[in-house]
């Protein structure tokens, strides 16, 4: 099932129900007067997020949302039932634009809502319309029309830290390994193809399909979600001990964040050698000694190491990321 990130849809509030025309008939009076009741309101439209990254798949072939129209007002002097108002569940990160007014909506937090669409108001009956010198009116007023517009949809995945790199840096492994997610692994490029999410007590961790060079002009998988890396606090940027040339692979990824929005390089960010266990400490300290030196291009950040198969490495990078997280 493929993952959706974006899509486009109609929404439209409900109508108002309209005012009617109606007589009060009272025992041993042949007429008594007016008594038609107003309309009820029509259903606003809200959009509700929740913590599912995979709602919008829901929508795929419903491209159409209409809140509840309001009732007609009765006799009696009865008002109509409100209509119903409709809430569209979105993943939180989305953001909505309303593609007719260009008014846009973020859903930041789960369980935010916000109004998109005002119901429209209702009717008023004939009772309405009595006064001293019209005691018989035939007045009413129909329910208003509900606000409709056509929407734009998008996923900006929310975490504190967002796993970026190469395909097989291991970063699907790593964000099972501390969160016990249940992101596919594979022993081959593109194994991941969704963002997934872990909770890291309390910190939201995101895996982040692997980029490749040229990224951002549409190659590979990874460019498709980019634009998830926006709305994460840090990148944990994973690089695979197994690459030859450490500052290579960093550049690469950097070149790529850098050409889909210059904003995403200047994120914190924190430098992790992964697969540690394929070389020995000498064998990485070569690799990056000259890439923290003063001078180097890892100079002043944080650098650390882990492997899947090292429990302490392990435990010392959830130590890290929840004493660091966790505060902020």
């Given at each position: 099932?493929?993952?959706?990130?974006?899509?486009?849809?109609?929404?439209?509030?409900?109508?108002?129900?309209?005012?009617?025309?109606?007589?009060?008939?009272?025992?041993?009076?042949?007429?008594?007067?007016?008594?038609?009741?107003?309309?009820?309101?029509?259903?606003?439209?809200?959009?509700?997020?929740?913590?599912?990254?995979?709602?919008?798949?829901?929508?795929?072939?419903?491209?159409?949302?209409?809140?509840?129209n309001g009732e007609p007002g009765a006799k009696n002097s009865m008002h109509g039932k409100d209509g119903l108002d409709l809430y569209i569940e979105l993943p939180v990160g989305t953001v909505v634009k309303n593609l007719d007014t260009g008014e846009v909506f973020s859903l930041v937090n789960r369980e935010e809502t916000k109004m998109i669409l005002k119901g429209g108001r209702g009717g008023v009956g004939n009772e309405f319309f009595k006064s001293s010198i019209n005691r018989s009116p035939e007045e009413f007023t129909p329910g208003a029309i509900g606000e409709e517009a056509e929407f734009y949809i998008e996923l900006q995945i929310v975490a504190d830290v967002g796993l970026v790199g190469l395909p097989n840096a291991g970063k699907s492994s790593l964000l099972n390994a501390l969160t016990r997610a249940h992101a596919k692994v594979g022993a081959y490029a593109f194994t991941t193809i969704e963002p997934n999410l872990g909770d890291l007590f309390g910190v939201i961790l995101a895996d982040i399909p692997g980029l490749i060079e040229g990224a951002s002009e549409g190659r590979g998988l990874g460019h498709k979600f980019l634009r998830h890396i926006k709305r994460t606090r840090t990148l944990l940027h994973c690089i695979s001990a197994e690459n030859e040339d450490f500052k290579e692979v960093y550049e690469t990824i950097r070149k790529e964040l850098g050409e889909s929005d210059k904003v995403l390089t200047e994120k914190e960010e924190i430098i992790l050698i992964t697969k540690s266990d394929l070389l020995t400490g000498d064998e990485l300290a070569t690799k990056y000694e000259k890439l923290v030196k003063p001078k180097g291009i890892w100079a002043g950040k944080k650098v650390m190491t882990v492997s899947v198969y090292d429990d302490e490495s392990l435990k010392h990078l959830s130590s890290f990321l929840t004493s660091t997280f966790n505060k902020k």
């Open positions: 099932m493929a993952f959706i990130d974006e899509l486009t849809v109609t929404a439209k509030a409900g109508k108002g129900g309209d005012g009617v025309v109606r007589w009060r008939h009272e025992k041993g009076k042949e007429f008594s007067g007016p008594s038609g009741g107003n309309g009820g309101r029509g259903g606003d439209v809200f959009i509700k997020a929740v913590s599912d990254l995979s709602i919008l798949q829901r929508y795929k072939s419903k491209k159409k949302f209409q809140a509840e």
